[in-house]
């Protein structure tokens, strides 16, 4: 069965830090993978995907992931952090491909980002 | 455009009362899926419709969950006899078919007393 690990729950980092959440994904085949960020009494919205190609995505608000097939991880960054980027962060996977494909997302259990000034 | 939108924001119910949750998808977009999101817990997977069909409903918890998309544009998500482990909050998306990217709604926030 498909399933997300983000192994931290909560991470503090320093306004200017940089930060790297992680993301362990169990899937059969190639995974479509995501990062999505939700604010407090928000909805989510896409920070990145892979679908396939290049490894590195690149994704809004100076994001980036990078998709590593050996270590089935696809952890996010980014060099600098502001403190606007507090909030919960969630990682997710979806079946890639083919007919029959809903896409219908597993998410993790999400990491929570604090921002310390 | 106008994003995804669902009403109401939040709902308190009784113990056994029923709930309609609203949600209102892109204009064009084909796919719509529900997720129920717990108290510090990632979203989980309830149904999903492409256009007016129900093509998996692996995710809802129990015959008191049901949802509709008759016309293949907005979709109810009802909650019949609602118990206190329904409380949660309710997301809806929308994609459009084979583009993978779900744009989600502000969710419903739905505390049962």
């Known amino acids: 069965a498909q399933s997300v690990t983000q192994p931290d729950i909560h991470i503090t980092v320093s306004e200017g830090a940089s930060l790297e959440l992680r993301c362990n994904y169990s899937?059969?085949?190639?995974?479509?993978l995501f990062w999505y960020v939700q604010s407090p009494g928000q909805g989510l919205q896409l920070l990145l995907k892979?679908?396939?190609?290049?490894?590195l995505v690149q994704g809004i608000k100076g994001f980036e992931a990078e998709f590593k097939r050996s270590q089935s991880s696809f952890n996010l960054r980014k060099p600098s952090v502001h403190w606007s980027d507090a909030a919960e962060y969630f990682c997710a996977v979806a079946s890639g491909g083919g007919s029959g494909n809903t896409g219908k997302l597993i998410f993790g259990q999400g990491t929570t980002l604090q921002v310390k000034p | 455009g106008a994003g995804v939108s669902q009403s109401p924001r939040y709902k308190v119910a009784k113990r056994g009362q029923d709930v309609a949750l609203r949600c209102d998808p892109i204009s064009g977009h084909v796919s719509l899926f529900w997720y129920q999101q717990a108290l510090g817990q990632g979203p989980e997977f309830l149904t999903y419709f492409q256009n007016e069909a129900q093509l998996d409903k692996s995710g809802l918890p129990s015959d008191r969950f049901f949802a509709e998309r008759p016309e293949g544009s907005v979709s109810t998500l009802k909650i019949q006899r609602t118990q206190q482990e329904d409380s949660a909050v309710y997301l809806c998306?929308?994609?459009?078919?084979?583009?993978?990217?779900?744009?989600f709604g502000p969710g419903t926030r739905l505390l049962v007393l």
């Open positions: 998306a929308s994609s459009f078919v084979g583009r993978e990217t779900q744009y």
């Open positions: 899937y059969g085949a190639t995974p479509y």
């Open positions: 892979y679908l396939s190609g290049d490894t």
